[in-house]
């Protein structure tokens, strides 16, 4: 008689009940979900994702990449859910229409594209002029080069669209990795431009601020304007900065799960003074809470 080890096909059925007991117990305040993250807006997530594990029974593994890479995972299918810079355009909403999915998005803040320079530099003060000739080519921008933390970036995106071109010129344009890569490259090297998200000035990890000691933040003059403005969270509430972008948590889960917890988290009162604290502008701002009394307490003894 001939004897079947089953031990191998017991396994594969505990680990295939495993996987489908994960995926039911999901809720939207329980399980695992990845969420992919524009870089340039890092730090927030993360502090996001810190405070909402800290509360619940989840886990959230944030996956930072350029805007290019994050449309790709969503459209892929690599991702459920995702954080941009931009609201989905039109073509993107139909392409994932034909694929019977409708992205549940979730407008939670405003950010704003900031550019630095060396701090050995005494110009502070940048014309957005300049850029898009730069950007066109022109041989009298007084620009030497700009400096992008990716070529696929939201950054890159939002300059392109700013000068009307649809590449970048050839010269005097340097890429990396990511936005820290950018801070420390412009303060290691005078007479660039670093163009990188307003969170990583307002909210920089530990390791940078030895490198943004060594930077200037830079006023910009909008294209239409004779004032040169910084990229404050006041002047972005104002509407006066020209650089300003909302920011969103596209879910294409397509159920009820963790996805949806989290989003519901940013746009919520935690999520929202997150946002206020970390220097940007929430979508709505939270309440306080102001007790009128008839007459003070004497708590002493």
Known sequence: MKLI???P??????????????????????GNVEVTVDETVLPLIQDQADVFQSKYDATIKLT??????????????????????????????NNFAQKKIIPKITNFAIDAIAFVGNKSSNDTLLSLKDV????KGNGNSAIKGLV?????????????????????PEKGV??????????????????????IGMNWISEPT?????????VNVLSVKGLNSKQYISPTQNNIAEGTYPLARDLYIVNCQ????????????????????????????????????????????????
């Open 64 to 93: 930072p990449k350029s805007e290019g890479e994050t449309l790709n995972d969503l459209f892929k299918g690599k991702t459920g859910v995702a954080i941009l810079t931009r609201d989905l355009s039109d073509q993107e909403k």
């Open 254 to 301: 397509g159920y009820s799960g963790l996805g949806m917890g989290f989003a519901s988290f940013i746009a919520g009162d935690v999520g929202q003074r997150i946002v206020l604290k970390a220097g940007l502008l929430p979508v709505r701002v939270p309440g306080r809470k102001i007790i009128v009394r008839d007459q003070i307490e004497n708590t002493k003894e």
């Open 148 to 168: 992008f933390d990716n070529p696929n970036s939201s950054t890159v995106s939002c300059i392109k669209n700013l000068a009307k071109v649809h590449s970048l």
């Open 9 to 30: 096909i017991f396994f594969a059925f505990i680990s295939l009940q495993s996987c489908k007991y994960d995926r039911n117990e999901e809720t939207i305040l329980k």
């Open 132 to 135: 898009v000739d730069f950007m």
């Open 5 to 7: 080890n089953l031990a």
């Open 174 to 195: 340097y890429s990396f990795r990511s936005n820290e890569e950018v801070i420390k490259f412009v303060s290691e090297n005078t007479g660039l431009i670093g163009v």
């Open 206 to 214: 530990p390791n940078m601020i030895k490198y943004l000691n060594n």
